[in-house]
């Protein structure tokens, strides 16, 4: 997939045969988790293009989400300039913790840490309750109703959202807001367009300068 074993000669794996690694999601810069690899955990990652790490309290491979559905889809992989450490930059189809947080590294005990973003965070959830559906949840039982339940969904939504900027409330206005927005995201999974699919039509549309002030 992206290189194989022999082209990552040089590795300095420590005393067990591990070398640690850091996941990152590319979208965002998070750094999701830390874990080890041996050399099949990563000939396994670059074979399959998602992650496998070795457990060193079951002494075996895991390939991660292989239970949960929370995957990693790996984009790149790197090397420190020592080559005792590994970055690999995934793209996350849900949470990377066990606690359902999107980053293992969520408990800040000095300073502020900087915000996520939240509508991938949100777009990963969403995605992972289309393959995974959980008993009781909302977005699971607006991928059972299907396109024409979320499309009304969205009708609704923006009803609410023109309603309450005519009132002039801004925290029904936020709300509203929010809710369309969620809204709006199941319809893309279900339609399988992506933020970076809209991203990028944002972008050629502003380098078109074709972007009016009055939509």
Excluded at 84 to 96: E, F, K, N, R
Excluded at 164 to 193: F, S
């Amino acid at each position: 997939m992206i290189a194989m074993l022999s082209e990552l000669e040089g590795l300095q794996f420590n005393e067990q045969g591990l070398i640690p690694a850091i996941v990152q999601d590319h979208k965002t810069g998070d750094v999701l988790m830390l874990a080890y690899m041996n050399k099949e955990a990563i000939q396994q990652t670059l074979e399959t293009g998602e992650t496998w790490f070795y457990s060193r309290s079951r002494q075996k491979l895991w390939n991660k989400g292989a239970t949960s559905g929370n995957r990693q889809l790996v984009k790149s992989l790197c090397l420190d300039c020592d080559k005792d450490t590994v970055l690999i930059q995934v793209d996350p189809l849900g949470p990377a913790c066990h606690t359902g947080e999107a980053t293992c590294f969520f408990s800040s005990v000095h300073g502020e840490t900087k915000s996520r973003n939240i509508l991938l965070e949100l777009a990963a959830e969403i995605q992972s309750r289309r393959q995974n559906p959980l008993e009781g949840s909302y977005t699971s039982y607006l991928f059972r109703e299907g396109i024409d339940k979320v499309c009304k969904k969205i009708g609704e939504e923006a009803t609410e959202v023109v309603i309450a900027a005519k009132n002039e409330d801004p925290n029904e206005l936020k709300n509203e807001l929010a809710d369309l927005v969620y809204h709006t995201l199941v319809l893309m999974d279900l339609a399988d367009v992506t933020t970076d699919d809209v991203v990028r039509v944002l972008r050629e549309r502003r380098s078109k300068r074709e972007v009016p002030d009055n939509e």
